[in-house]
């Protein structure tokens, strides 16, 4: 009698498997479906990381915290390739470079932020960042650069307060899925290799204007025409974002 009562439970539990296996077989493909992936819920905050993976746009972006000497020979590539890109820069550096940030914005070129200080939001509390935002955007607004919506925390490091804080003050936060590693100055061929191989549609690219970033500009001058001769569009985050079906993920 033993025996029968102790089959039938584990008999009990394998159905319990199933059923919750289906359960959530069901919810993420619920999610899938409209291109949202979140281990939460829908409605959980959410950071961009790619966008439409049936449109061949892709967006380029730069992040710039410190240095006035490399931007102008990105600025120069991009000129010449006709080529729209994203900066995300911070308020400090902002600050101390207007003259620059207007020639990003006079070349049509989009603005996004990375706070004020460059300084991860990982090693900060909640009220730190809150201030940290609210100084970065009334230093923009002081420029003349109001509504500034995209956000990239420093270093690309954030977690679900983070997202949640950003959410609740307007600010979509963006992060990236193809990486140059332009920072590590590993050599412009590794930085193309790095950009070329990996892009597929809809992908955000992240590169560097900062003075640390010694190849990026050399780099551009395959990349560039390389990945318009692959078919690939480039456009604004603003754009990528809009588009239809624009998928959006969590990143911890």
Known sequence: MQHFYVMKFNRWKRWLVIVLFALFTATFVWFERDGTFSVFSSN????????????????????I???????YDILKQLEDKQVQATFFVSGEWAERHPDILKEITEGKHEL???????KSYLKMETEQIRNDL????????????????????????FNKDTLKLAEDMGFTVVHW???????NNPGTDNIIDNIM????????????ASDSAKQTAGALEKILPGLKNKG???IPISELQSQAHAESKIVE
């Open 177 to 183: 899925n193809v990486n140059s590693n332009d920072w």
């Open 44 to 63: 959980a905050p959410q950071a961009l990381t790619k966008g439409n993976a049936e449109e061949t746009n892709i967006a380029l972006t730069f992040n």
């Open 197 to 208: 191989k990996h892009t597929e549609n809809g992908d955000i690219l992240l590169m560097h």
């Open 232 to 234: 690939f569009s480039f």
């Open 65 to 71: 915290s410190w240095g006035e000497e490399k931007v």
């Open 134 to 157: 609210r100084k970065a955007e009334e230093t923009f607004n002081k420029l003349g650069y109001e509504n500034i919506s995209l956000l990239r925390p420093p270093s690309g490091q």
């Open 112 to 118: 996004g932020m990375l706070g004020y200080r460059y």
